[in-house]
C-alpha cells in the first residue's frame, strides 16, 4: 500500500492547471495492475433462447443435450421446465406493471408539451394513488424513485431549462412567418454568407467558484473550503463575444466597473482583448459604439455584412454606428432580433456560452487548490486571454466549433425555415372559441353527473376521462397532462406590452441601418434627454429652495412664501431657570403671630372666608407643563433632606433629670 500513497501524492501535487493531458502522470506500479478485481455474480433476467430450448425438450430431447446446445445452464432449464421459480426475482413493485406504465407516459407526455414533472411531484402523486387505493404510502421514498427509474428505462432524470411562459407564449406562427421573411430577404440580397453573418452578445463572469463537490467525513454537514483572494468572490465581470457563421471569432470585449484604466488590466494580455471602463459595469452605447468602430469595422472583409444582436437597450442607441454602417464602403446590415426570442435564435446562447461557462468553472475549481494560480479582477483578462486560445486544453473555450453549430441551430446559416418554425409551439398560443366551447360542454356534463346521477368526484373525473379519450383517440396518460397543461395555460396571463411608435417597434425582429429608424430613434433620444434634464433641473430647483428656506431661523414661513418650513426648536431650559420660576410661583409664607386665628374676637368661619377670597386674587397664571428635563430639576429642588421632630422643652427637661 506504500506504492499507492506513492502514486496519489505524486498525482496530488501536480498542478491541476498547469499539466495539459493525462500522459505526464506516472503509470501505476505492477503490484496495482495485476490486482484482480471479483466480478459480482449477477442474476440474469431471461436467456433469449429459452423459449426454442423448452420447445426442444417437449419435443423429446433431454434436459442435458438441450442445455448444452442452447447454451443455457442445466439447472435453470430444469426448473423452468418443472414449473419451479416462475415468479420473477426480488419483491414485487408495489404498482403493476401497467400502472407504471401509465406513469411513465404520463410524465413523458408531460415534459414534450412543456410542463416536466420533478421528483418531488411525482412523489406526492403516487403518494396521493396509494392513498386512494388504500395502500401504505410511507414507502414511496427515494429509494422507490430509484428502482423506478431502474425498472423504466423510457423515462430518466434530465437538467431543467426554464424559460419564460410569457414569451414564449408570445413567439406565435405569425411572428415566426415575419422573421422568416427578414431572413430571406437577406438571404436573397447576398448578405447570408458565413464570412459575412456576424452575432454577438454579453455575459458575466464570475471570480471565484464558491460552490463545488469535495470529499469531507462522513457526517459532516459542509466542508469549508478558503478562497485566495475574498474580497472580490462574488463579483462578476461583463465579456463581449462576436463571432461570425464560420467560426472566426474577434478579440473580447472586457467591461469593468470604474473611472480610469489600470496598468494591471493590460498585463500578459498581449494586446489579444479589449478592455472598457464604464461607471456602472454594465454595457452602454459609447463602450459599444467605440468598441464596434475598432473591431467590427476593421475586420469585415466580405462585400455584404449582416450583423445581429438583441433588443438591449444600449444596441438599438448606438446611432453613430448605424450612421457609420451605412456610410461604410461595403453594405453592412445591423438586425436586431425578435423580443424575448433569443434563447431559440441567438447563436451565442443557443451553443456557445453554455460550454464556455462550463469550461470557465472547471478552471476556477482547479485553480482552488493550485497556488500559481490566482483570478482576480486584476488579472482577469489574462486568464480570459488564455482561455480564449484553442491549444489552452482542457480549459480552452474552443469557440470556432461552437459558434458554426450555433448559427445552424438557430436557422441562420444555412438558412433553414422549417427548422425556424418547429420553434413555434402551437400549444402556447391562445384557446380558441370551439374548444373553450367544449369545455363548457364538460362542465354541463359534470353537473349532471353530480347532481342528477349522484356519482362521487373520483367517477366523474373518470368518466370524463374516458369521454377525453374516446374524442381524442389517445391514451390516458396523454389526456391528463394534456388537461393538467391546458389548466396551467389558463392561470397564465398574456404579457401586456406598452404600445410604441410603430417606427421604433423591434418586436417581430427589424433591420436597423434605415434612415426611417436612426431619424425617429434620435428624435426620441433627444426628447428623452431633454426630459430628463428638465427633471434634473426640477430637483435641483426645489433643493435650492430647501436650503434657501431653511437658511434663515428668523423669517416666518409667509415671508418666505415656503409653507413646509419646519418650526424653530425651542431651547432647553437650565436647572437655575426652572428654580427661579418655581420660587416666583410659590407664595411668602405667612407669620404664626399675624394669623386671625390667634385673636379671640375674630371668626373661624369669617376667616377662612377672607383667606378663600385673597387665594383667589392671588392665584397665579395657568402655566404649562415642564418638560421632562425640567420636571426632573424641579423634583431635585423641591426634594429637602428629612429633619427629626424637636422635642418639647419639658421632655427635654425630664430627660436630663
Request: aromatic letters at 8%; proline letters at 7%; charged letters at 25%.
Given at each position: 500500500m506504500s506504492k499507492f500513497y506513492l502514486v496519489f501524492v505524486m498525482a496530488a501535487n501536480r498542478s491541476p492547471v498547469t499539466s495539459a493531458?493525462?500522459?505526464?502522470?506516472?503509470?501505476?506500479?505492477?503490484?496495482?495492475?495485476?490486482m484482480d478485481i471479483p466480478r459480482k455474480r449477477r442474476y440474469v433476467q431471461a436467456h433469449p433462447d429459452m423459449e426454442a430450448t423448452v420447445t426442444a425438450v417437449n419435443d423429446g430431447m433431454s434436459i442435458r443435450m438441450a442445455a448444452e446446445r442452447y447454451q443455457i445452464p442445466h439447472t435453470t432449464l430444469a426448473n423452468k421446465v418443472n414449473g419451479k421459480h416462475g415468479k420473477k426475482a426480488g419483491r414485487p413493485s408495489t404498482f403493476t406493471m401497467e400502472e407504471e406504465e401509465d406513469i411513465t407516459e404520463i410524465l413523458v407526455r408531460c415534459s414534450k408539451i412543456g410542463v416536466p414533472l420533478g421528483k418531488r411531484t411525482l412523489i406526492k402523486i403516487v403518494k396521493a394513488i396509494a392513498i386512494a387505493k388504500g395502500m401504505n404510502w410511507a414507502k414511496f421514498t427515494d429509494r422507490w424513485h430509484r428502482n423506478f427509474l431502474r425498472r423504466n428505462r423510457g423515462v430518466s432524470v434530465r437538467v431543467l431549462s426554464a424559460l419564460s411562459f410569457k414569451k414564449s407564449r408570445e413567439w406565435t406562427a405569425q411572428r415566426c412567418e415575419e422573421w422568416i421573411s427578414l431572413l430571406q430577404k437577406l438571404s436573397d440580397d447576398g448578405f447570408l454568407d458565413p464570412n459575412g453573418i456576424w452575432n454577438l452578445d454579453e455575459s458575466g463572469f464570475r471570480l471565484a467558484e464558491l460552490y463545488d463537490k469535495v470529499y469531507a467525513e462522513r457526517g459532516v454537514k459542509e466542508a469549508v473550503g478558503y478562497l485566495k483572494s475574498s474580497e472580490c468572490d462574488r463579483e462578476n465581470i461583463s465579456l463581449l463575444a462576436m463571432g461570425n457563421a464560420?467560426?472566426?471569432?474577434?478579440?473580447?470585449?472586457?467591461?469593468y466597473k470604474g473611472k480610469m484604466h489600470l496598468e494591471s488590466h493590460f498585463r500578459e494580455t498581449h494586446d489579444a482583448c479589449y478592455v472598457g471602463t464604464n461607471s456602472s459595469g454594465v454595457m452602454d452605447t459609447e463602450v459599444l459604439t467605440e468598441f464596434?468602430?475598432?473591431?467590427?469595422?476593421?475586420?469585415?472583409?466580405?462585400?455584404?455584412?449582416?450583423?445581429?444582436?438583441?433588443?438591449?437597450?444600449?444596441?438599438?442607441?448606438?446611432?453613430?454606428?448605424?450612421?457609420?454602417?451605412?456610410?461604410?464602403?461595403?453594405?453592412?446590415?445591423?438586425?436586431?432580433l425578435p423580443s424575448g426570442q433569443t434563447a431559440f435564435l441567438q447563436p451565442l446562447d443557443k451553443e456557445v456560452f453554455g460550454g464556455v461557462k462550463q469550461k470557465w468553472h472547471m478552471y476556477l475549481r482547479d485553480s482552488r487548490v493550485d497556488t500559481s494560480i490566482d483570478v482576480s479582477r486584476?488579472?482577469?483578462?489574462?486568464?480570459?486571454?488564455?482561455?480564449?486560445?484553442?491549444?489552452?486544453?482542457?480549459?480552452?473555450?474552443?469557440?470556432?466549433?461552437?459558434?458554426?453549430?450555433?448559427?445552424?441551430?438557430?436557422?441562420m446559416y444555412p438558412f433553414d425555415a422549417e427548422l425556424l418554425r418547429g420553434t413555434v409551439n402551437p400549444r402556447l398560443e391562445v384557446v380558441e372559441h370551439n374548444e373553450a366551447q367544449s369545455e363548457e360542454y364538460f362542465a354541463?356534463?359534470?353537473?349532471?353527473?353530480?347532481?342528477?346521477i349522484r356519482l362521487s368526484e373520483d367517477k366523474i373525473t373518470s368518466c370524463l376521462l374516458e369521454i377525453r379519450k374516446i374524442m381524442t383517440g389517445e391514451s390516458a396518460g396523454s389526456v391528463v397532462a394534456v388537461q393538467f397543461y391546458k389548466n396551467l395555460l389558463r392561470s397564465a396571463p398574456q404579457k401586456k406590452r406598452r404600445?410604441?411608435?410603430?417606427?421604433?417597434d423591434v418586436s417581430n425582429g427589424r433591420i436597423l441601418t434605415e434612415s426611417a429608424y436612426i431619424s425617429t430613434k434620435k428624435a426620441a433620444m433627444e426628447k428623452n434627454k431633454a426630459k430628463a434634464k428638465g427633471l434634473r433641473n426640477r430637483k435641483r430647483n426645489i433643493q435650492a429652495l430647501e436650503k434657501s428656506a431653511t437658511g434663515s431661523e428668523d423669517d416666518s414661513p409667509a415671508t418666505q412664501e415656503y409653507p413646509c418650513q419646519s418650526p424653530p426648536k425651542r431651547q432647553r431650559k437650565t436647572a437655575k431657570q426652572v428654580a427661579a420660576e418655581i420660587a416666583n410661583d410659590v407664595p411668602a409664607p405667612q407669620s404664626l403671630f399675624d394669623s386671625p386665628i390667634d385673636d379671640p374676637e375674630v371668626s373661624p368661619l369669617k376667616t377662612r372666608a377672607k383667606r378663600a377670597t385673597a387665594r383667589t386674587k392671588i392665584a397665579p397664571a395657568p402655566r404649562k407643563k415642564p418638560s421632562a428635563p425640567a420636571s426632573k430639576a424641579k423634583a431635585k429642588i423641591l426634594l429637602l433632606?428629612?429633619?427629626?421632630?424637636?422635642?418639647?422643652?419639658?421632655?427635654?427637661?425630664?430627660?436630663?433629670?
Open positions: 493531458t493525462s500522459e505526464d502522470y506516472p503509470s501505476a506500479p505492477a503490484q496495482l495492475q495485476s464560420a467560426g472566426k471569432m474577434l478579440r473580447p470585449l472586457i467591461l464596434l468602430e475598432k473591431e467590427f469595422l476593421s475586420s469585415i472583409t466580405c462585400p455584404k455584412n449582416v450583423l445581429i444582436f438583441d433588443g438591449h437597450s444600449s444596441h438599438l442607441s448606438c446611432i453613430a454606428f448605424l450612421l457609420a454602417c451605412m456610410e461604410h464602403e461595403k453594405e453592412i446590415q445591423v438586425v436586431v486584476h488579472n482577469f483578462p489574462a486568464h480570459i486571454v488564455k482561455l480564449w486560445n484553442p491549444n489552452f486544453q482542457p480549459y480552452s473555450f474552443n469557440l470556432g466549433g461552437p459558434m458554426k453549430e450555433g448559427f445552424r441551430k438557430t436557422g354541463d356534463i359534470a353537473k349532471i353527473l353530480r347532481e342528477k404600445e410604441k411608435d410603430s417606427r421604433l433632606p428629612k429633619t427629626k421632630p424637636r422635642a418639647s422643652a419639658v421632655k427635654s427637661k425630664a430627660k436630663n433629670t
